[in-house]
């Protein structure tokens, strides 16, 4: 063993405590987390992330409203024996692998949202003295190996933190990184700023929604310091982590959606149908539909205004 430090990532922490309230009225009893793109809801695509990448325990920090998603991994009875007694077993094949066993998941709830560093600050015991992995399931990854994946090899040998990042253009919307070392497919880092305006971002490249950290950042979260938007910023967190242990970017390949936005959502339901096998030629001729009526109103409303 090259490193006698080295421990490897066995824990994800999946942040869902989060009102949704972008997606109001779909979210009023749904959380937003429940919401499908085609056949999944975004927290089966995060957990089936976190399992390719060799995660065995998962940890919700969640709202006490939000049970349904605890739910979704446990037996459904009488859709299985209704299921069964038709002998639908293609149907009952999709959902076996949602039927995890006691302590797969664990929860805890996370009372009041004071921000994104104190959801998972909140995770702290539960986590305990490991690295652990952190997935944002609104950032959905469509790649022939997923992002989580790609970066646990990364870590393999680099070791230490890590975060998934990727050129943006709108800053204030992102954790920025300014980059230390440029090493093409990861980078080291030596600052980061939560949500900086254009004028104060260090560069453009933005931390997405996939971490891997050293459990030492509790240390920086349990001082419950106030940062951008007055909430508890992760961000904020990690760069003190940035001083006393290494820390590197991670530039994964595939798409990165965003289904926290309503038009991020759309965009990845298209996106997500058309690397589908099952659903490409169903979306592409969809699209082609769609494309072929915008086409149409646009030359109709030329012709009216001419
Ligand atoms: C969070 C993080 C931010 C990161 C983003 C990725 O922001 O605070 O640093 O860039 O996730 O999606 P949020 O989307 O919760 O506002």
Known sequence: MSNPDFKPVKKAVLPVAGLGTRFLPATKVIPKEMLPLVDKPLIEHAY?????????QIIFVNSPHKPSLEKHFEEQ????????????????????????????????????ALGFGHAVWCAHELVGNEPFAII??????????????????????LG???????????????????????????????????KPSPEDAPSNTAIMGRYILQPEVFDHLSTFEKGAGGEIQLT????????????????YEGERHDCGTRAGFVEATLAYALHNPEFRQGAIEVIEKYHKQINGETSVKHAASA
Not at 91 to 111: A, F, Y
């Open 48 to 56: 089936n992330e976190a399992i390719e990448a060799g995660i065995e």
């Open 77 to 112: 009875k009488h859709l299985e024996s209704d299921l069964s007694e038709k002998g639908k077993t293609e149907l009952l094949e999709r959902i076996h692998h949602t039927n995890l066993k006691p302590g797969d998941v664990q929860t805890v709830i996370q009372e009041k």
């Open 136 to 157: 944002l399931p609104d950032d959905v990854f469509l790649a022939e190996k997923s992002c989580l994946a790609q970066m646990m090899e990364a870590y393999n040998s």
């Open 160 to 194: 230490g933190n890590m975060v998934a990042v990727t050129e943006i253009e709108d800053t204030g919307r992102y954790g920025i990184i300014d980059i230390e070392n440029d090493m093409g497919k990861t980078v080291s880092i030596r600052n980061m700023i939560e």
């Open 236 to 251: 904020d967190a990690m760069l003190k982590l940035i001083e006393t242990q290494p820390f590197h970017g991670f530039r």
